[in-house]
């Protein structure tokens, strides 16, 4: 398997235009997270998804950031408008689901990261 | 207080030393804790996982967990010039649930 894929993987865009990512999963893996990664806030979980369904959205920013997953092998990451803030990397990730019980554990797998530089 | 603690560093160590690097968490009912290791411009990877109070060993990698104190640590012996990276604590709050929540990374330098 390819692992997950994500496309562009550098995105350099002024401000106010709209940003759009893009995100394969790992063929078979039924959650889908997206990630934003800066130096001041590390890791942020955005939203995700399982079963194509977006289960938790809490840490989307506000109502410029928006996410969908029409299918099992592809989702968006759209950013409009787009400001300087929004600069930094965004990953996607992919996991099986678990049973739940004590000890389980999913591993996410993530993808290469698409830069985004917002001038 | 932020959720998932780490120090930023830089931790130095030389070449054959043991690298601790340590975590700290806020939330009791955190259930699973795992350590992601990120190479400068890569993607985070998945090196350790615990859940159960004590040590858990992988060849030159040991994680530690004490629930009581909400304290995880990993400790990396032989530390070679490949394990510099930063590594990421996370933390799954319920087992029912898939939502990790990352600290902010501790970065390691592993000098010959």
């Known amino acids: 398997d390819a692992g997950v894929i994500q496309s562009p993987r550098h995105e350099v865009t002024e401000m106010g235009q709209e940003v759009t990512l893009r995100c394969k999963p790992i063929s078979g893996h039924d959650y889908l997270f997206w990630y934003r990664q800066t130096m001041m806030r590390g890791l942020e979980l955005l939203i995700y998804?399982?079963?194509?369904?977006?289960?938790?959205d809490s840490g989307m920013p506000e109502d410029r950031f928006s996410a969908k997953m029409p299918n099992a092998s592809f989702s968006t990451l759209k950013i409009q408008p787009s400001e300087p803030r929004d600069s930094a990397v965004y990953f996607c990730?992919?996991?099986?689901?678990?049973?739940?019980?004590?000890?389980?554990?999913?591993?996410?797998?993530f993808g290469p990261g698409t830069r985004l530089t917002v001038l | 207080q932020k959720e998932v603690e780490q120090n930023s560093g830089p931790l130095s160590v030389p070449e054959g030393a043991i690298a601790s690097l340590n975590c700290t968490y806020s939330?009791?009912?955190?259930?699973?804790f795992f350590w992601y290791r990120q190479y400068s411009g890569k993607s985070p990877e998945l090196i350790m996982f615990i859940y159960s109070n004590g040590d858990k060993e992988d060849g030159r990698f040991t994680a530690q967990l004490n629930k009581a104190s909400q304290y995880v640590s990993l400790l990396i012996r032989d530390s070679q010039p490949s394990d510099s990276a930063t590594y990421l604590c996370a933390v799954k709050r319920n087992t029912g649930f898939q939502k990790l929540v990352f600290g902010t990374g501790t970065r390691l330098l592993v000098s010959p």
């Open positions: 998804f399982n079963n194509n369904v977006p289960i938790d």
């Open positions: 990730a992919s996991s099986f689901g678990t049973s739940g019980g004590e000890g389980s554990y999913n591993e996410q797998f």
């Open positions: 939330d009791r009912g955190s259930q699973s």
